[in-house]
């Protein structure tokens, strides 16, 4: 009896070999992809693909310091509003699901529509940054590298202040990228969708003992 | 080995406590017997004289040159947003926030609409501050001119 085929035990020995190489191939074809694709999802070019993006917040960014400055160092839309450790990140990605959605509704596809819910979207976002204590802000910004003696008064006053009291940058930092919703300031602002402006300026133990 | 290693450890804790411990005493001791340039002890949290050389960054707010001149603005501006939503110099400027920002309160002038109605707050005539409150600059006059500044502007 003539028998071409190798012995069941080096059948499995090969079937298994093989099987480890198409499994490695595959793993690093599958986390290239993983990864480009999250990068992809990360540019510029991929926010501004939905014309809500481009037509209002892009515009609004434009005119901020962190689109145009005079050493040209830029902070793109990621920069801010995903964050850069994995887990959040997945998890902000995961969110994303829910903006995709809102596309599809056309829940803010005209100035109107949008300027309805900036106060909702703006707040979401403040609370997100409080959450996190403002990293996205801190991945350049670190408060322990400030040189403050290169600060205005004001600002050193300002930022030991809050560091002090553990206040986090989006306390005070906010609509520095994009126009702010209505906020009542209390300057005769009657809007009933404005946002409080205890909501705005959070206080903080410092800001209330000061001297009346 | 186990007991050569337990005396290993001993001898470096040993070590260790006794080379740190005059680094603690001097820790404690910020001076070291030497004068400071601003002459109080480094631990020392009067700021009083770094906070005159902070002031300095931004000049205090320049006198006003006759007497209706609305004051200068005594900072800068950039990227301080005044729309309908939002007025960024109240922010610290109006009543609410001014005591809290230790900020010049918008002056109750501001507070009559055009009609002569007196208001509880701005006015929306006055709502656009930059428009009468510039900021300050050393700009010097572009014609030389006699004119004398009242002693009554301050």
């Known amino acids: 009896m003539t028998n071409n085929h ?18 490695f191939v595959a793993g690093i074809a599958l986390t290239a992809i993983f990864n480009i694709t999250l990068a992809w999802t990360n540019t510029e070019d991929f926010c501004l693909s939905c014309h809500e993006m481009k037509d209002y917040n892009y515009r609004e960014y434009q ?15 990621s920069d801010c509003h995903v964050p850069k ?5 997945m998890w902000r990605k995961l969110r994303a699901a829910n903006e995709v959605w809102h596309k599809l509704l ?3 596809d005209t100035p109107e529509k949008f300027a309805e819910k900036r106060a909702k979207l703006a707040q979401s976002e403040w609370r997100r940054m ?13 408060a322990a590298s400030f040189d403050f003696s290169a600060q205005g008064y004001r600002a050193i006053q300002r930022h030991e202040e809050a560091l002090s009291a553990g206040q986090t940058c989006i306390d005070c930092h906010k609509g520095i990228a994009h126009q702010l919703p209505p906020i009542a300031q209390g300057i005769g602002n009657t809007d009933p969708a404005a946002v409080p402006l205890e909501v705005f300026r959070p206080a903080t133990e410092a800001t209330e003992a000061a001297p009346e | 080995m186990k007991i050569h290693l337990l005396t290993a450890a001993a001898l470096a804790t040993a070590l260790a406590t006794s080379l740190l411990l005059p680094c603690a005493s001097v820790a404690a001791d910020d001076s070291g017997g030497l004068a400071t340039l601003r002459g109080k002890p480094l631990s020392a949290t009067d700021t009083a004289t770094t906070d005159a050389l902070r002031k300095a960054i931004e000049t205090d707010p320049f006198d006003r040159d006759f007497t209706q001149q609305p004051p200068l603005v005594s900072h800068a501006v950039d990227e301080y947003p005044v729309t309908r939503a939002f007025n ?14 230790k900020a010049t309160k918008v002056s109750s002038t501001h507070f009559k609409d055009a009609d002569g109605k007196e208001l509880s707050t701005l006015a929306a005539r006055r709502y656009f501050c930059l428009q009468c409150h510039v900021p300050q600059t050393g700009a010097k006059p572009l014609i030389a001119n006699t004119y004398q500044r009242p002693a009554t502007a301050r």
């Open chain 1, 6 to 23: 190798p012995p069941p035990a080096r059948q499995w020995r090969r079937f298994v070999s093989r099987g480890i190489v198409i499994a």
């Open chain 1, 63 to 77: 005119n901020t310091t962190h689109y145009t400055n005079r050493s040209g160092v830029r902070a793109v839309c």
């Open chain 1, 85 to 89: 450790e994995f887990l959040p990140k």
């Open chain 1, 106 to 108: 056309g829940s803010i």
């Open chain 1, 130 to 142: 409080k959450a996190n204590d403002s990293q996205e802000c801190r991945n350049c910004h670190e």
């Open chain 2, 88 to 101: 960024k110099c109240m922010d610290c400027h109006s009543w609410e926030n001014a005591r809290k920002e």
